[in-house]
């Protein structure tokens, strides 16, 4: 296969993880013959500073004429302490998702096994907890009308009937390949677009016969992921509880450096860590790259390239038992390894298979 890959690095630690990600697939590719070209592409604060526009026309256009898009993080302090700020970095993000049609976003919670004690729930709660989160990307209060002043101000939930549809596609077709239980998330006891996402759901589900489709608050699901994480297979969501409900996902895996993501839709697909830019970080080669790393194995299993995906995965389980790791998971008394070492130990293991 061909491939043509957009890396957008980004802010903060981006840069860093984003080597690491793309040594990744060139070796892959290398191992089985694949093609790979890659167009690097600023966005974030980066392009702020570079070109005054967080997702500048440049990138979109090198997004839209590649395969996949391997993208990193944005944000940077400068902004967050700014509320004046008239562009921020994460308006970025936000256009990407817009501009590709990116409007389903698949953010799978998986424990790992020798990381279980880090997780800040008991590990017979955590053990073998495997779910999938599926967040609409594109629509409700991050893109509905908005105001401002002084007094008042408000963000609108605006979903329509197509927006629905196509996510709560995404998601049964996602149970239908898993165990096949879906859980559909919303408020619908309160909001009115909440009861419309119910009813188109209750509408399809008949479709879907061999999944278990059940319907959950969006409260209750934020107890119940704690509580018995092991209960889910797919949650689907809109915007703003997929955001939410995906943090106090990530904790459930003892480190948000792990989790990866893919963002898919109408254009050009993204896969990132769903973790951000931890300016404190930068430079110091301490940032986890196993998000981006894994974020490049859901890349190659997009495409269908399930034994290159496998072969990723493999090698960072690998890495994880030999402790090789970053120090936020390292063991005790376990030796250093950076951000470098961490990829490098990863790209030798896939060279030598
Ligand atoms: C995420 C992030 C973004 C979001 C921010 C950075 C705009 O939190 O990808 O979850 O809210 O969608
Ligand atoms: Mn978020």
């Given at each position: 296969m ?5 890396v957008?690095a980004?802010?903060?630690?981006g840069p860093?993880i984003?080597?690491?990600g793309?040594?990744?697939v060139s070796?892959v590719?290398?191992?089985?013959g694949?093609s790979?070209v890659f167009?690097?592409?600023i ?8 070109v005054g526009?967080?997702?500048p026309?440049?990138?979109f256009n090198?997004?839209?004429?590649s ?5 990193s993080?944005v944000g940077?302090?400068?902004y967050d302490?700014d509320?004046?700020?008239k ?9 990407m ?8 976003n698949?953010r799978?919670?998986q ?16 053990t ?9 990307l594109?629509?409700g209060m991050?893109?509905?009308?908005k105001y401002?002043d002084?007094n008042?101000?408000y963000d609108?939930?605006?979903?329509t ?7 709560l596609?995404v998601a049964?077709?996602?149970a239908?390949?898993?165990?096949r ?5 919303d408020?619908a ?5 909440s009861?419309?996402w119910r009813k188109v759901a ?9 999944v278990?489709?059940?319907?959950m608050y ?6 119940r ?7 889910f297979?797919v949650i689907?969501?809109e915007?703003t509880f997929?955001?939410i409900?995906?943090d ?7 480190s ?9 839709g109408?254009?050009?697909?993204v ?8 300016p404190?970080a ?17 890349l190659?299993e997009?495409?269908?390239l399930?034994d290159e995906g496998?072969l990723?995965?493999?090698a960072?389980?690998a890495?994880l038992?030999a402790n090789?790791?970053t ?8 030796a250093?390894y950076g951000?470098?070492?961490?990829g ?5 293991y896939?060279n030598n298979?």
């Open positions: 061909n491939l043509k890959i957009a957008l980004g802010d903060g630690i860093e984003s080597r690491q793309v040594a990744v070796a590719c290398n191992k089985f694949h790979v167009k690097n592409a966005c974030g604060a980066d392009a702020i500073d570079k526009d967080p997702f026309e440049e990138t090198i997004c839209k004429e395969d996949a898009v391997l993208f993080a940077n302090p400068k302490n509320p004046s700020a562009v921020r970095p994460e308006q970025g993000l936000l256009a998702r817009k501009k590709l049609g990116l409007f389903a698949i799978p919670v424990t790992f096994k020798s990381l279980l004690h880090l997780s800040p729930l008991r590990a017979d709660i955590v073998g907890a495997d779910f999938v989160c599926i967040r609409e594109t629509g991050y893109f509905g009308e401002q002084d008042k101000a609108t939930n605006l979903y009937r197509a927006e629905i549809e196509r996510i596609k049964f077709d996602y239908m390949k898993r165990r239980h879906l859980t559909v998330v408020k006891n309160v909001l009115a677009s009861r419309l209750q509408e399809m589900a008949p479709n879907y016969p061999e278990t489709t059940d319907y969006v409260d209750n699901a934020a107890m992921m704690i509580q018995e994480p092991r209960f297979d689907v969501t915007n997929g955001d409900l995906t106090e996902g990530s904790c459930i895996s003892g948000m450096g792990l989790l990866p993501s893919a963002s898919t109408t254009g050009t697909p896969f990132e860590p769903i973790h951000g830019s931890w404190q930068t430079g110091k080669n301490i940032a986890n790259p196993l998000a981006q790393i894994l974020s490049v194995a859901m190659f997009h495409f269908n399930i496998n990723v995965r493999q960072v389980n890495s038992d090789v790791r120090p936020e998971i390292q063991v005790e008394g376990g250093k951000t470098v070492e961490v490098e130990w990863i790209v030798n896939i298979q």
